[in-house]
Nanobody, 114 residues
Framework: QVQLVESGGGLVQAGGSLRLSCTAS???????MGWYRQAPGKQRELVAT???????NYADSVKGRFAISRDNAMNTVYLQMNSLKPEDTAVYYC?????????WGQGTQVTVSS
């Protein structure tokens, strides 16, 4: 059983920065990890993913502002969020697809005030 524990959300003013962390336990090897977000009344959407070898993928809405990275030894993935906008407000979820299942963290709230 894989468990994902997130941290780092909070309240920030527009233009500010936050860094999210997600640590996985229960598996020694997870190829792809990523971040998704869900705003009130909207569907969950992809933010960014990163593979074990460092290949990244970003949603167009966050390119140039967000950066995903990972520490494979610690099974931890990070999301550095800069130049935050009010439309980035959402619950952010860590994700790890593994063994044919999708594993999710509990979510961390990010609120960007204008």
């Amino acid at each position: 059983q894989v468990q994902l524990v997130e941290s780092g959300g909070g309240l920030v003013q527009a233009g500010g920065s936050l860094r999210l962390s997600c640590t996985a336990s229960g598996s020694r090897f997870i190829n792809r990890m990523g971040w998704y977000r869900q705003a009130p009344g909207k569907q969950r959407e992809l933010v960014a993913t990163i593979t074990n070898s460092g290949i990244t993928n970003y949603a167009d809405s966050v390119k140039g502002r967000f950066a995903i990275s990972r520490d494979n030894a610690m099974n931890t993935v990070y999301l550095q969020m800069n130049s935050l906008k009010p439309e980035d407000t959402a619950v952010y979820y860590c994700n790890a697809p593994l063994w044919g299942s999708d594993y999710w963290g509990q979510g961390t709230q990010v609120t960007v005030s204008s």
